[in-house]
């Protein structure tokens, strides 16, 4: 499946990953410093300086991972981290894990920095610095069995499971016969279609660990009283978490799913992977994702340069470190929010466009961001992003495939 | 992947050819008139697009068929052609959340099936 797109440019990482951006990333270190962190983030006011950060004091073995694996992501070019002083986040460790990806990184603590107005001045600078050393770096050729993509679904309706979300399948069946590595999410929401994943697991243990963690979701939502349904997916047409589930499943395509893998893993080759966003062991942090940005952060922390997010009712967020790609399911809602939209996927319903033609516009929009054209919500600006509380233990060993050497 | 394909009138979608309810493509006003196996309906209320209707009759406690594979249980009869939605249906799995239920102070779960 060739295209007359441009051609995919990296910049290559220490580690061998390439990034289809070389964003500059403020990083607060708890909510203490969101302030400052904000204030020379927008100083900047520039599409490729994004504000990330963790909001909590008390230790939290998760959120250092993630902090380490967003500000290491191939997208990230420079980082600047943003201390109170007095916050458990070891920040030292954390800049040491990034000076030893090869990324400049500076480090500003509130505290010694002799308060607000200073350290935002500092920051200013030092990011000024660091903006001009990224801008030396050239870029270099780059495939798609080098690229990440990830997938979820938000403001879901009675018309998502029908053109979107299959639509978006269609476009990983592609990515996945390029070698690109597909990641699909949010086993709470694929409640009732577990026994056919497993089916489509590369190995039985595979797909018996696919089932219990779709049991892990159940008994998770269960405690919490009730599932990933929103009222806006009622509204929609959608009535039962099963009947979202299934519309939901359809973003995967119809691959072999090739592993499991849990926030902050890296896929470790082409295929189709799904994330595990469901906290492991009893309940305890409220609902697995209180906003769909908080899955969106976790698919960029497990390496994906770019996200497909489809919408029935009509999103608008986009996200920080890597562009999201909007898909709108319903023609009616494409008509009120289309500045919004990358892809009309509602055209399915009017008769405009079959199945697989708008399967191919997305797998062509997905090469063309990659390439470096701007999605829309990032050429609006969207910087959402959210870091909450969460455990996970470490995925089991047949979870991958055994890589080929 | 299953194909769409158009029932008595392209406004209406049958996703798989065991399901037992039909997705409007487009919101369909009070009073539109349809055909289903051959007999003639006038939608008793409006629906808004991708909401579901009723192929044939059903009783309490069937299963409610969508992409091929139950998606919940019917609360109480239907007729032909009848909406069904919140109002008449429910998860096997777990309660779907409302505004009206996010108004309660407590929110029952439902016994799991599965």
Redesign the interface.
Known sequence: MSESVAPLQGFVRADGRKGIRNVLVVAYLVECAHHVSRRIAQHFDDLDVHLIGFPGCFPNQYASRMMRALTTHPNVGAVLLVSLGCESMDRDALREHIVASGRPVDLLVIQESGGTATTIAAGIEKVGAMRTELARQTPVPMSLDELVVGTICGGS??????TAN?AV??CFDHLVADGTACVFEETGEL??CEN?MAERAVTPELGELIQACVAKA?RY??TM???S???G???????????KS??AY?KSG?SPISGLIKPGDIPPGGGLYLLDVVPDGEPRFGFPNIADNAEIVEMIASGCHLTLFTT?RGSVVGSAISPVIKVCA???TYQRLSADMDVNAGK????EAS?DAVGEEIYRRVKAVAAGERSVSEALGHQEFILTYKSFEPIGPGCLPVRQV | MREHSSVSSDALILLHPDDNVLVTARSLPEGATMTLDGQALVLTGALPVGHKLARRAMAAGDKIVKYGVPIGSLLAPVAPGEWVHMHNMTSDYLASHTRESGRQATQPSQESNS
């Not at chain 1, 309706?157 to 029908?162: A, C, K, P, Y």
């Not at chain 1, 399915?348 to 008769?351: M, P």
């Open positions: 309706d009675g018309t998502s499971g029908i299959p399948g269609r409640i009732g056919i159940e939502y269960q009283g009730f599932g349904f929103a009222p997916n009622a509204d929609g047409g959608l009535t039962t978490l099963e009947e299934m519309g359809s119809a029935g319903n023609p009616e399915i319903l009017t008769g199945l």
